[in-house]
């Protein structure tokens, strides 16, 4: 059974950062697809980033320049590197997984979930 533990969320101020992880066990990186989303309470989940398991990444256009995902397999350990974090960024963030090692967009794509990570960026 695969589990997902986000940690590294918090409150900073816009043009700020944060890194967030995600600690991955029971499954094996090099045939999972890896992906944070972020939701907002009243919308709908919506995607931030992808990395299949040939490390190719992907990125939302409202991220795309300021986020970076990325994965150390030998430890089991997904990131998101967030940089000049706006007040739109804020949103409870979630790590995904799914098996067959190829990145299908969206969160209905995904089976396995952490139980999230809050991020809040003040003006």
């Known amino acids: 059974q695969v589990q997902l533990v986000e940690s590294g969320g918090g409150s900073v101020q816009a043009g700020g950062s944060l890194r967030l992880s995600c600690a991955a066990s029971?499954?094996?990186?090099?045939?999972?697809?890896m992906a944070w989303f972020r939701q907002v309470p009243g919308k709908e989940r919506e995607e931030v980033a992808y990395i299949d398991w040939r490390g190719i990444t992907s990125y939302a256009g409202s991220v795309k320049g300021r986020f970076t995902i990325s994965q150390d397999n030998a430890k089991n350990l997904l990131y998101l590197q967030m940089n000049s974090l706006k007040p739109e960024d804020t949103a409870m963030y979630y790590c995904a997984a799914n098996s067959g090692g190829y990145c299908y967009r969206g969160p209905a794509n995904f089976v396995f979930w952490g139980q999230g990570s809050q991020v809040t960026v003040s003006s």
């Open positions: 029971g499954y094996t990186a090099s045939t999972y697809c």
